[in-house]
C-alpha cells in the first residue's frame, strides 16, 4: 500500500491571502499599535516620530529573512545576548601551589643470580626456549 508523503513541510500555509499566519499576526499587532499612537497624538510629528520605527520594525518581522530564516527567528537570540553583560574582563590569579617533598630512603636488595656471569644466564634462557612443552609436542603429533 502507498501512501502520499507530504512535500516542502518547511513551507508555511498561505492563510490570508498572500500571507501565513504569523506575518498576519505580526502586522494586526504593528498595525493595532500605530493605531493607538495615532488616537493619542493624531498627525502630529511626534505620531511620525513613533510610529514610523514601529512600523517598520513590524513590516521586517513579517517579510524580511536572513540566512534563509525568518527575522522573527532571530529575535530570542537578539533578547538572549542584550540582556546579558559583555564586559568580559580577564583577571589572572596565582594558583596556591603547596609541594610537600618526602624522602624515602630505600634498601635496593640485589638478588644472588644477577652475581652468576651473564654467559651462564644465557645458557639457561637459552635451553629454557628451546625445551618443547607437552602442548607443542601434542600439536607436533597431530599434523
Known amino acids: ?18 500571507l501565513t499566519l504569523k506575518q498576519f499576526l505580526f502586522l494586526l499587532a504593528t498595525g493595532a499599535i500605530v493605531l ?16 514610523t520605527p514601529v512600523a517598520l520594525l513590524g513590516a521586517a518581522l513579517s517579510f524580511a529573512k536572513f540566512n534563509g530564516r525568518p527575522l522573527y527567528g532571530y529575535l530570542p537570540s537578539f533578547i538572549y545576548f542584550v540582556s546579558r553583560p559583555q564586559a ?8 596556591n601551589i603547596v609541594v610537600h617533598v618526602q624522602k624515602i630512603q630505600a634498601k635496593l636488595e640485589i638478588p644472588s643470580k ?5 654467559e651462564g644466564r644465557l ?21
Not at 645458557?123 to 599434523?143: F, G, N, V
Open 88 to 95: 568580559r574582563i580577564f583577571k589572572r590569579e596565582e594558583p
Open 114 to 118: 644477577l652475581d652468576e656471569p651473564a
Open 123 to 143: 645458557k639457561k634462557l637459552a635451553y629454557l626456549l628451546d625445551q618443547k612443552t607437552t602442548e607443542e609436542k601434542e600439536l607436533i603429533t597431530r599434523s
Open 36 to 51: 493607538f499612537f495615532y488616537s493619542l497624538l493624531k498627525l502630529s510629528v511626534f505620531f511620525f516620530i513613533f510610529a
Open 1 to 18: 500500500m502507498q501512501y502520499a508523503v507530504p512535500q516542502f513541510t518547511d513551507v508555511e500555509d498561505k492563510l490570508i491571502g498572500p
